[in-house]
DNA sequence: CCGCGTATGTTAACAGTGTTTACATGAGGA
DNA sequence: TCCTCATGTAAACACTGTTAACATACGCGG
């Protein structure tokens, strides 16, 4: 299907444009912001006339897809290199998941926010997107059913947890890349990275009964607070 | 300064179109996408030229940060107000603080992808936006400060914990409007948001010693964890 | 080895966008 | 009354996404 004559002359195809857009739509983000990623720029970029990119995406929309699916793919193997690597205890892991997601939203912020940025708001027409960052998803609640089975965190809903650590660590990556967190400061992201999960993993450790009974916990008993009516 | 007719009649000059601007993007994003927000899109919605807005807005994103703005002081709003209806617990006020938010974010989500958008990656460039954005980070450090002296939250890094739960909350919001959660559904959104908080208020409750030293903590001894290594 | 179909590229054009420049209007103070 | 200046318009520029018509050359069947 593709043919790919790598470190192809200067010849009327280009071998593997669609790869090659893709880089060069990336080069654009590694060096400017995510409103810089054209079409026409990606086109340019990869030495090709405008129209070209339209014979390897429907869209634009498409292209920026393409660069979204590359991004969480390349998160996933960060996270889960940084998962492996801190085998520790399965709290570190899940902690040290969660810095590498910080990490790479400051190492590539750009990028980052086309991964959830506007252009894809409808995922449902990019299924391979929606595949590849379902894996990184799945790499969260793989972790919290680990410590789930190791009695370290409560029985319940698994689901509902892993998305609440995803939205933890994904509402600290976007208020840095607001600069509302951290300041550009990577090792004060990680600092906080590290205190939000403790704060989290702490309130989804096992004796946490009453998650969805708030009435009555044994962690307001101890902590001598009335019992809220309804 | 500005002259306000009010109900102006077909006149050369529009009365107030800095404010008819901002309602304009406002009735566009809420009938369309954030992509459907033009400049010019806007103006015509005013009945006015094309070049019209720039007696008023330096830029596209002026106005797009106007709009952020007033995204933030209507969120403000709906956060105070469900804090104060439910005042049965400081935890309870935090916790329809929270939903509140999500609320906000699913009824006007153009709305709220606007108040996030990339094309306000600088706001130093738009300071009025950044002071009324602050308003809501405050509104949230206040209840975290108010459950410290109710002695219901530990003492600690306050700064951090309220960028904690506004991170959580956030990325709940986004990753509902992505589709990840929720699926749409208000209510599924509002169990898992209640469900969310009450896990890191847990995480934050006041006999949480160990918050930076992960190991031998209270918690894991009552439900028979082992003692993690290091 | 040849010829040809088709995937892949180019050129030219369209509508729509942000933005600027020069000009027009008219509201309100001197 | 008039004249000034804030506020509007008109026309133009460069740029974008996208499409249609045309050009090239890769690789397969003969």
């Given at each position: 299907?593709?043919?790919?004559?790598?470190?192809?002359?200067?010849?009327?195809?280009?071998?593997?444009?669609?790869?090659?857009?893709?880089?060069?739509?990336?080069?654009?983000?590694?060096?400017?912001?995510?409103?810089?990623?054209?079409?026409?720029?990606?086109?340019?970029?990869?030495?090709?006339?405008?129209?070209?990119?339209?014979r390897?995406?429907?869209?634009?929309?498409?292209?920026v897809?393409a660069?979204a699916?590359?991004?969480?793919?390349?998160?996933?193997?960060?996270?889960?290199?940084?998962?492996t690597?801190?085998?520790?205890?399965p709290?570190?892991?899940?902690?040290?998941i969660?810095?590498?997601?910080?990490?790479?939203?400051?190492?590539?912020?750009?990028?980052?926010?086309?991964?959830?940025?506007?252009?894809?708001?409808?995922?449902?027409?990019?299924?391979?997107?929606?595949?590849?960052?379902?894996?990184v998803?799945?790499?969260?609640?793989?972790?919290?059913?680990?410590?789930?089975?190791?009695?370290?965190?409560?029985?319940?809903?698994?689901?509902?947890?892993?998305?609440?650590?995803?939205a933890?660590?994904?509402?600290?990556?976007?208020?840095?890349?607001?600069?509302?967190?951290a300041?550009?400061?990577?090792?004060?992201?990680?600092?906080?990275?590290?205190?939000?999960t403790?704060?989290?993993?702490?309130?989804?450790?096992?004796?946490?009964a009453?998650?969805?009974?708030p009435?009555?916990t044994?962690?307001?008993?101890?902590s001598?607070?009335?019992?809220?009516?309804?």
């Amino acid at each position: 299907m593709t043919r790919r004559p790598r470190s192809a002359p200067k010849s009327y195809h280009h071998g593997d444009l669609r790869e090659g857009l893709v880089e060069a739509a990336l080069a654009i983000l590694g060096r400017g912001s995510a409103a810089a990623l054209t079409l026409r720029a990606a086109a340019r970029e990869a030495g090709v006339s405008p129209a070209a990119p339209y014979r390897h995406f429907a869209d634009r929309d498409a292209l920026v897809a393409a660069v979204a699916e590359r991004g969480f793919a390349a998160l996933f193997d960060r996270m889960r290199a940084s998962a492996t690597r801190a085998r520790v205890s399965p709290e570190r892991g899940l902690q040290e998941i969660a810095v590498a997601y910080l990490r790479f939203a400051m190492e590539r912020p750009a990028e980052y926010r086309v991964m959830f940025g506007p252009e894809l708001a409808d995922r449902a027409r990019h299924a391979d997107l929606q595949q590849t960052s379902t894996r990184v998803f799945a790499l969260l609640a793989e972790g919290i059913a680990g410590l789930q089975r190791a009695g370290r965190v409560r029985a319940g809903d698994a689901h509902a947890m892993a998305l609440t650590a995803w939205a933890l660590v994904h509402g600290l990556a976007m208020l840095a890349l607001d600069g509302r967190a951290a300041d550009g400061d990577l090792a004060a992201l990680e600092r906080l990275g590290r205190t939000a999960t403790e704060l989290l993993m702490f309130g989804m450790a096992t004796p946490a009964a009453a998650v969805h009974s708030p009435s009555n916990t044994p962690a307001r008993r101890r902590s001598g607070a009335r019992v809220p009516r309804q």
